[in-house]
């Protein structure tokens, strides 16, 4: 009993931890965050509930299990009680045996049944457990994805705060500032008072200075006057100024014609110099080319006799080759034979390697049977493993149910550690026969690539054999072609000597061409140093005028310092007027702020002080006839003003046009210096000419020299020598040609036996490639099927490893269960004996059997209660009021309220019409509700009140309620 009072405690820690889980906090941490949709959090919230009180449902079932099981033991206690009773009391052996059996067949039953639901009650609630961990997750993943979406609104947030402290701070800044200016203005008004004060006792003092103030228009006006004179007379200097200008710029427009005149005619007379050195320049180049030609016709002969000793040494090292040729000829048939041999080789290692790729074929289909037999030793051994977890899951069950390992059990378990030994050395086994066959493998790849190695080595000394033939035959090929371009070059050197002759007579012609050109240049040169002698004439008198305009521009230039001291002298005296007008100006303004101020304090004498009204409104007469005066004199400043800019500006302009006159000064200046530069240098030209001639001269012995070397070229041992040998004649050249037709044809024969040969070993060498790549794809799977029953075997191995440690678990929680057994066993022995010796099981029994007790008659007395109270749910009467008082329709309502009673005759009363909605809305007051028990004001009619005792509430008319619509 002990025992089973203490089991209620985990009981309530599970339920206590079902209903306070995490996942509440969660959800309403969601809801008020607004973290997520109500819509899905309205689902996960009724999710969760859903789940929360199948738990719950199943903790309750559990609870009433438990309390099931606390009732059999008593039973079976109470049973045994009476078994000894019986024992004590009866001898009849039989009858108690048949009890004692019946009893035992129905505590199996129960015990059964009671195995059962507590079975499905740890199922249920392990899934319920399972789905409130899911739900646990997924409702944290959805929390953080939440907060990993806030988290951009929450910094925003964060800065939109700091924003609005920053803009806080600002506003108690401007509160402050605006706190301390009230206080200066406070501070300004008590001084305005004080100020106040001391004007009107001023007051006198100011009248005596506006009365001074009278004489200071007089004063304005006579500066006024002054101004304008002076301003006249500035004018008119102005203007006689401006007339001496227009004349020194008639002056000027006229130099610059005569000035532009002087540069055309300059420009015309380097337009004939150009002409001429032009001229010049065609009849040297013209020179140049003939020196050209005669050094180009030198060159080619010294080329054409080049070329002809080159085509002899040329015919003399292809006679040499001719006969290195024979020799690689020869050279290359015992190459063919030993290419031929080389490809014998080849067909046996052909042969042989396709003798062995059967074997290699038997030993891919062993792999391939190999693999087969090892997925269906895997198959076996994963159905050997699900089998054998088949059997832990069954063993876990019983260990569940029982809560106590048999000695069966203990075997099977041990029989299981048996089989996982022969798995792991099973699986050793089969990893060493997966290294064996890798290794197998390996050995036949190796093979297999040492093979293609052999044929590719061998290929490749084929190709380069081909090769070599190829370029033998590019030799001959090109010699034929070299024979043939030195019987060209042959035709050629006699077309050349034919070529010489004529361009002998041709140069003769070029040289007699080029003497009754050199004496026609000399003409041209005298008939420009003819032109040059009156250019120089030219150029004389231009200078004579140029100096002549030079001395005019000095004097304009005089003239103009002249103008420009006129001018400042004019500048500087308008420079005075226009002081004088500034100070007039100035007094005049300061005659008028004194006027204003003068405004300003008699306005405010006449605002301050009611006593002197009189008096301050004719001085305010007086101030405002000044005023029109001096708005007057302001008018005729500005207009002075004004005048004085317009002086100014025109001054400026004249200054403007004062420096666009220099400048042009100084263009024509420079136009000057660049004609006096551009002037031909006639002692320059004179030493061109001389030069000129000398070369001509040099030219024209030279090109004697060149005439009479060509006409006789055996006088110089350079130009003229005697080759060796001899010509070879038709008959050595046509047999040297048959000679080199015959290698062709025989160099043309070896290659068509090559060709064939190299088609034969193509024939041969298609299958062995076609096997060799087909053999690529059988080691592919080969490795791949490893791959994947290394992959199985990893897993297998660790399912194993997974299953071991879980048989592990429940062997501790099958050795926990059964302490737990002997624990409750010691406990129901002890409470065996206290009930044997006539005292309670344990401490608290009697407590709880009282406590039982009670709450079985209270059970008895709500079941009497529900009984009762249906009786007078079938009899009607549940539900009814009732009293003996007789109705009384008029009793409780006050004769003052005036409410229509079933009088007789013509005093019934009558329903009053409904008044307009214009009438209405005119009507529309107030109402005040009248505490219980008083009567509200009404417009219309008396309001009704409320009940004696204030239970009821005011019964109205409906005029008012009309009157408020």
Known sequence: MGSLEEQPAPRDGLKALVEEDEAVRVLDGLERDGGMAPARLATARSAYENLRQAALLALSGLSAMQQRVTQLLSQLQRVQAEQEAALAGSTDPAQLLEKFRGDRELARLEAAKAADSEEAARGEAEALQQRLLLLNGKLSDAEDRRRAELAPDILLAQEDVE?????????????????????????????????????????????EAVKAVEGAPGRARHQADLATAALRQMREEEAEVVAQLRTHEVAELAVLQESKELVQQHTAAARAVDRLRSRAGVREREVEELARDVELAKIETEKLLAEQVAWDLEVEKKTADAKREGDAAKSEQRGCVLVQRRLNRAELEGKRVAEEIPGLRNAIRNTHAHLVSEQRAGAREAAGAEKLQAELASLVEQVAGEKQLTTVQTELVKACMVDVEQLGNECTALKEAAAERDAAIRVAMSQREASMRLLNQQLQRLGEVIAEAETRDGEVEELHKKKVEARVGHRELRDLCGLMAGQMGRFQTVLGYARRNAEDLEEK??????????????????????????????????????????????????????????????????????????????????????????????????????????????????????????????????????????????????????????????????????????????????????????????????????????????????????????????????????????????????????????????????????????????????????????????????LKCAADREALKSQLAAAQLEVAAGRPPTAGAEQEYERMERDRTAEAEVRAQAAELRQLKAAGMLGVLRSTASPRPQAYIPEELGVPKPFPGLFRPFKPTEPALALAAQQQQPRTVAPAGMAAPRSGGACCAGSPGGSRPAICSPEPLLAGM
């Not at 009230?182 to 305005?192: E, G, P, Q, R």
């Not at 008198?541 to 305009?549: F, L, S, T, V």
């Not at 500034?582 to 006449?606: P, T, W, Y």
């Open 163 to 207: 924003l609005l402290h920053s803009q806080l701070d600002g506003e108690r800044a401007k509160a402050v500032a605006a706190q301390q200016e009230v206080d200066d203005i406070a501070l300004k008004l008590d001084t305005l008072q004080l100020e106040v004060e001391g004007l009107r006792a001023a007051l006198g003092e100011e009248q």
């Open 525 to 814: 040169v005298q008939a420009a140093e003819e032109e040059l002698r009156t250019l120089k004439t030219a150029a004389e008198g231009r200078g004579r005028h140029a100096a002549e305009a030079e001395k005019a521009r000095a004097g304009s230039q005089s003239d103009r310092a002249t103008l420009a001291a006129q001018l400042s002298a004019a500048r500087r005296a308008a420079a005075g007027v226009a002081e004088a007008a500034d100070a007039a100006g100035i007094e005049l303004r300061l005659a008028g702020r004194e006027a204003e101020e003068r405004q300003e304090v008699c306005k405010r004498l006449r605002a301050n002080a009611s006593a002197a009204m009189a008096a301050k409104q004719a001085i305010q007469l007086a101030l405002l006839s000044r005023n029109e005066e001096m708005c007057g004199l302001f008018e005729q400043s500005a207009a002075v003003q004004e005048e004085v800019a317009s002086g100014t500006l025109s001054l400026q302009h004249c200054g403007d046009d004062v420096r666009v006159l220099q400048l042009e000064v100084a263009e024509l200046q420079r136009r000057l210096d660049a004609t006096h530069r551009s002037t031909p240098n006639v002692v320059a030209y004179d030493r061109q000419i001389a030069s000129l001639k000398a070369d001509v001269l040099r030219a024209r012995r030279e090109a004697e020299g060149l005439g009479d070397a060509l006409e006789s070229p055996a006088d110089s041992a350079e130009r003229c020598r005697m080759l060796p040998g001899e010509l070879p004649t038709r008959e050595d050249l046509e047999s040297q040609v048959a000679k080199i037709e015959e290698r062709l044809a025989a160099r043309k024969d070896l290659l068509e036996q090559k060709e064939g040969v190299l088609e034969e070993l193509e024939a041969l060498t298609e299958g062995l490639l076609a096997q060799a790549g087909a053999s690529h794809y059988p080691a592919l799977q080969l490795s791949m099927r490893t791959n994947e029953a290394r992959r199985a075997q990893q897993q297998l191995t660790r399912r194993m490893m997974a299953a071991v440690s879980e048989l592990s678990l429940y062997q501790a929680l099958s």
